[in-house]
T-cell receptor, first 111, second 120 residues
Framework: DAKTTQPTSMDCAEGRAANLPCNHS???????VYWYRQIHSQGPQYIIH???NNETNEMASLIITEDRKSSTLILPHATLRDTAVYYC????????????FGAGTRLTVKP | NAGVTQTPKFQVLKTGQSMTLQCAQD?????MSWYRQDPGMGLRLIHY???????DQGEVPNGYNVSRSTTEDFPLRLLSAAPSQTSVYFC???????????????????FGPGTRLTVL
């Protein structure tokens, strides 16, 4: 019973924006949207999270629709080092035991 | 800070052998957890702990034991290894939001580099 749906894979040209979609139509009012990524063979790395407002940090931007049923992670200027599997997760804050890392989206940034 | 460290990086066991995967963090995080990742799949939670002396089961706890005697360390024990336990194991830590009367600033999970375990 996955809480999120993501495309299996995506390609992006180096230097262009990478837009990674995520559907979470059954999200509860107190659940946040988290994004992590996993570069080959390494442990996952936190990217960003949000509740209902759009968020931006030094790594990425997170756009959450008004009904909160979907979101998009934006890497504004993708580099080859952004090639990774990106996980979209919904969970209640401070309930990390409730996080479910599904298969994610494999993003390949091409030169 | 070293962050989250895991040892060993690689391990090969024979069926029936036991071993302990080590995990340590130096960020004073209350929450620690163990995940396994099988080829082409996401991470699955094995066990977790919200503080010293407290542990609980995740999605796939069978065949694994944990203990949390200190804030810093959270070892994972395989009592009798089976080929189905061949996987990459990741340890993670974070604030739990349970520190005193003030919510911790973030629940970001920090992951270790992983241990690749093969059971023959």
């Amino acid at each position: 019973d996955a809480k999120t749906t993501q495309p299996t894979s995506m390609d992006c040209a180096e230097g262009r924006a990478a837009n990674l979609p995520c559907n979470h139509s059954t999200i509860s009012g107190n659940e946040y949207v988290y994004w992590y990524r996993q570069i080959h063979s390494q442990g996952p790395q936190y990217i960003i999270h949000g509740l209902k407002n759009n968020e931006t940090n030094e790594m990425a931007s997170l756009i959450i629709t008004e009904d909160r049923k979907s979101s998009t992670l934006i890497l504004p200027h993708a580099t080859l080092r952004d090639t990774a599997v990106y996980y979209c997760i919904v969970a209640i804050k401070y309930n990390n035991n409730d996080m479910r890392f599904g298969a994610g989206t494999r993003l390949t940034v091409k030169p | 800070n070293a962050g989250v460290t895991q040892t060993p990086k690689f391990q090969v066991l024979k069926t029936g052998q036991s071993m302990t995967l080590q995990c340590a963090q130096d960020m004073n995080h209350e929450y620690m957890s163990w995940y396994r990742q099988d080829p082409g799949m996401g991470l699955r939670l094995i066990h977790y702990s919200v503080g010293a002396g407290i542990t609980d089961q995740g999605e796939v706890p069978n065949g694994y034991n944990v203990s949390r005697s200190t804030t810093e360390d959270f070892p994972l024990r395989l009592l009798s290894a089976a080929p189905s336990q061949t996987s990459v194991y990741f340890c993670a830590s974070s604030y739990s939001g349970l520190t005193g009367a003030t919510l911790s600033p973030t629940d970001t999970q920090y992951f270790g580099p992983g241990t690749r375990l093969t059971v023959l």
